[in-house]
């Protein structure tokens, strides 16, 4: 499966650290964040808290995994307010996130994994209406988890901040052989 993973991420022009899960740290003033709404998306989303249940129980099954792969895009932007070029960078990430999801769920090995931001499948969530429309494709966010992502990344030398026209987006993929 690593394989699989590795030659996805640098087909797509992709960065990556292999790294060892326990070593990822949780601070729960990252959480805390999620929980004031930062984003917006604080119970508006199936795939932000509290909707997405146990915090502890999802690293938990993190963490059972031996071996994940961080991996990191980095996004050139207009100008440091160019939110447009926000949006597009991230919408690229989580459009091959999920196909990273979609392939490596063709294999029958376990797997698990964590997205840049909240799910952006469907135009407007139902939560709390009515079910979620895809929970098999449905990511949940490192930040709502309470990643210290920029920790993460200068532990497997993967860089953070990238200069004042970028942005660089992160997401996780657990898995075993």
């Known amino acids: 499966m690593q394989k699989k ?10 960065t ?3 790294i060892e899960p326990e070593n990822i740290i949780y601070r729960e003033e990252f ?5 004031m709404n930062y984003c917006g998306r604080y119970q508006k989303s199936w795939s932000c808290p509290p909707a997405i249940g146990d915090i ?17 895009k980095v996004f050139p932007l207009e100008d440091i307010y ?16 999920l196909t990273l999801q979609d392939d490596l769920k063709k294999g029958n090995a376990p797997f698990f994994m ?17 079910p979620c429309r895809f929970p098999e494709r449905m990511l949940i966010s490192m ?7 920029a920790e993460l990344a200068r532990r497997y030398q993967l860089k953070y901040y990238n200069g004042p ?12 052989e």
């Open 16 to 18: 990556y650290a292999v």
């Open 82 to 97: 160019d939110v447009e070029g926000m949006d597009a960078g991230r919408k690229i990430i989580m459009t091959d996130t």
């Open 31 to 35: 959480a805390a964040k999620c929980r």
């Open 5 to 14: 993973i590795e030659d996805f991420l640098k087909n797509q022009g992709y």
């Open 165 to 176: 026209a970028t942005v660089t987006y992160f997401a996780i993929v657990f898995f075993g």
């Open 143 to 149: 930040e709502a988890l309470g990643i210290d992502v």
């Open 56 to 72: 502890e129980a999802i690293k938990k099954r993190a963490n059972d995994f031996p071996t994940a792969i961080l991996f990191q």
């Open 114 to 130: 964590l997205a840049a931001g909240s799910c952006s499948l469907c135009k407007e969530c139902t939560y709390p209406d009515r």
